[in-house]
């Protein structure tokens, strides 16, 4: 929804008291749910027995809300809903304030999850959900808290980004607008606009999260909490030098490992393989949280597996996974490992284990085609269908999955249905490489190969060593006759990752085999 982050003047409401008012009122009006206990100072509510109320259930748990609130509501705790509502390094929340805590208490799961937001990193999933029930207990009786409204918005966009629950971008919504309603942008709600950024990020509306980004950042230019989320933004359309300087400006702002990990994206954006892999081991070795880590390793991970070492990217997403069992896409990661090592047993498990866990359309598509590449037509149908019924859920929340739907269509249904989505998607300035890569190939498969070869050089051109989008171009060289050049693309994608594609891979080896050895004196002699 591109949404400008401008109001009706009428429709503000005077801004909710301060987190000094609350502190001063709380006495007076303690925070209750109805249907719950109201909290009381130094007691901890009753939890369900058998149950650890600060543990998401190990099935299900994005097809439910987030649990009612389940730690205690204290003086204390008022002070914290001034809570930063913006997106950090894996899209989390923003800036908390550290108003005093007692340092010689254990830290509960919501002290826990604003530790992490207040370093900029990665809540773990229950220490999410504590802070979410913390938020909807404290707004039910302050509806007026813009900060805390903000908070609980930002808290539901990350929920529903690390659950793959698009459901609870409509949560995120309505609460970002009870914040911006009670306090505007404009007075002082900067984190409410880097929530609806974050939001929008979380739909693919790169643009609407560029316009609110930069709303922000014109208003408070030093605040480091933006810059994620524009960083994002910038990435999602295509901006390469935008998503740099932003890159460098959040680094100068907010050093450690939520910079590190940054930094080690945007080289591996750039192709700059052994700068990437020296800064995400940095970034691992300085995590200490088993969130941060968790995503340190994962990154290690994907870089692994993108350079072509499955063994080293199981044993990374393994480690990422004893440390974080919640950390889903880690299985996923080591699911595609596996298949690359022709351990198929198991990687077929483990695609289905993550998508009871994690139900995300990509692991749907690449689950669809590890059947087919196995000869398993009828099983790669049915995941196929399972893929089209995540795409409708997604559409109808609001999220643009566009661009794998298109990669889908291209192989396994209409490409001119996904030239009709990208060519939508390029109007949009949503210009990546991946748009760029999925577009030249879909044209391509609908006999369009001499535009097609604009799109795909201009992927392969930004840099990043992908192993598909060299195995793209060098198909659509081949079949313009451009042997030459075609012969290098598939050797590169081969070089690259040998088994990038369990359906692909084995298609680009093909294709050179068939191209053969260069005539003498080398591609030069010839221009073939």
Known sequence: MDV???????????????????????????????????????????ATPGEDPSVLPAEGATAVPPPPPTLRTTLRRAA????????????????????????????GPVERAEAAATAGSPASLSDLTALIGDRQQWVESHPQDA???????????????????????????????????????????GEAW?????????RQDFLAAKRWGETVRKQEPKTWRVYPVLIDAYTGLGDVKAATEATEKFGELRKGVPALARTADLYRNQGWREDALATAREAAD???TPAEKAEALHRLGELAWERGEPEEAVAQFDAALRTDSGHHA????????????????????AYQSVLTKLPRPLYALELGELYASLGLDGDARSQYAELEKLLAQSRAAGVDESVL???YESEHGDPAVAVELLRAQWKKQHRSAAVADALGWALHRTGQSEEGLTYARQAVDTGVRNASYAYHLGMIERQ???????????????????AFSPLDAPKAREALEALGEPPPGGPGATGR
Do not use: C, I
Not at 80 to 107: H, I, N, Q, S, T
Not at 167 to 188: C, M, N
Not at 194 to 202: F, I, P, Q, S, T
């Open 4 to 46: 400008m982050p401008q109001q009706d003047p009428e429709s503000r409401r005077t801004p909710g008291p301060s987190p000094h008012d609350r502190r001063a009122r709380s006495a007076a009006a303690p925070d209750a749910t109805p249907g719950h206990e109201p909290a009381t100072p130094g007691r901890e509510p009753a």
């Open 80 to 107: 914290f809903g001034a809570v930063a509502a913006g997106v950090l390094l894996a899209g989390a929340l923003v800036a908390v304030p550290d108003r005093g805590r007692d340092a010689a208490k254990e830290p």
């Open 147 to 189: 900060p805390s409204w903000a908070t609980l918005g930002s808290a539901y966009v990350e929920w529903g980004r690390r659950s793959a629950d698009a459901a609870y971008y409509g949560r995120a919504e309505e609460a970002l607008k009870r914040s911006l309603a009670a306090q505007p942008g404009e007075r002082g709600n």
């Open 194 to 202: 880097v929530g609806m950024a974050a939001l929008a990020n979380a």
């Open 286 to 288: 300085r995590a200490t």
């Open 330 to 349: 880690s299985l996923a990661g080591k699911a595609r490992a596996l298949a690359a090592l022709n351990r198929t047993d198991e990687a077929l498990a």
């Open 405 to 407: 739907r298109a990669r």
């Open 480 to 498: 313009l006759g451009e042997h030459g050049a075609a012969r290098r693309h598939l050797e590169e994608a081969l070089r690259t990752n040998p």
